[in-house]
């Protein structure tokens, strides 16, 4: 099977634009994002729908990351009834209620030092992970810190569009 016949790329290849941009936006939250994705369909493979959100992530302004970590939910606390934030931060799900007091206490401060929510890929790190990942970044510049944001939202873009992609 190539990555074309995915059932989940082709009908994002094929769906009108609202719909299409709707499926973005669950990806991720930024407009400008959306709109670069949007505006390449069709996508030959899913690689190339990577690749293209890559190209979009990286020309992303400060105002356009801000919209996109708008999307997301603090670490411990994901949206309730939303299973891609449970999932994606299912590694806190049997954090014991020391580190998720800890994991408050530090997003808080987090929070207060940047202007946004700490944004890391969750996916397949445990709470102490995050915790420990959280730490350390705190105690970075912004201009660091802003590095490292766009990196996490790649990777979280790409996992979510390969869900998009691979649907059935």
Same mark, same amino acid.
Request: charged share 25%.
């Given at each position: ?17 609202? *719909? /299409?941009? +709707?499926? $973005? ?6 407009? &400008?994002?959306? !709109?670069?994705?949007?505006?390449? #369909? @069709? ?11 890559? *190209? /979009?992530? +990286?020309? $992303? ?6 919209? &996109?970590?708008? !999307?997301?939910?603090?670490?411990? #606390? @994901? ?33 207060? #030092? ?55």
């Amino acid at each position: 099977m190539t990555a074309l016949q995915h059932p989940g790329l082709a009908r994002f290849n094929a769906s009108e634009d609202r *719909a /299409a941009l +709707a499926a $973005l936006h669950e990806v991720c939250a930024s407009s &400008a994002w959306g !709109g670069k994705l949007l505006a390449q #369909r @069709p996508y030959a493979d899913a690689e190339a729908l990577y690749r293209a959100s890559d *190209a /979009a992530t +990286a020309e $992303l302004t400060a105002d356009d990351l801000a919209e &996109a970590m708008a !999307g997301h939910p603090p670490i411990g #606390r @994901p949206k309730p009834g939303d299973p891609t934030s449970a999932r994606e931060q299912s590694g806190m799900a049997g954090a014991s209620e020391d580190l998720r007091a800890e994991m408050l206490e530090l997003n808080l401060a987090y929070q207060d #030092r940047f202007g946004h929510v700490f944004l890391i890929c969750a996916t397949g790190r445990t709470g102490e992970q995050m915790r420990d990942a959280l730490r350390e970044r705190i105690g970075n510049t912004p201009e660091q810190e802003r590095a490292i944001v766009r990196t996490e939202l790649g990777m979280i873009n790409r996992i979510r569009l390969a869900r998009l992609a691979e649907s059935g």
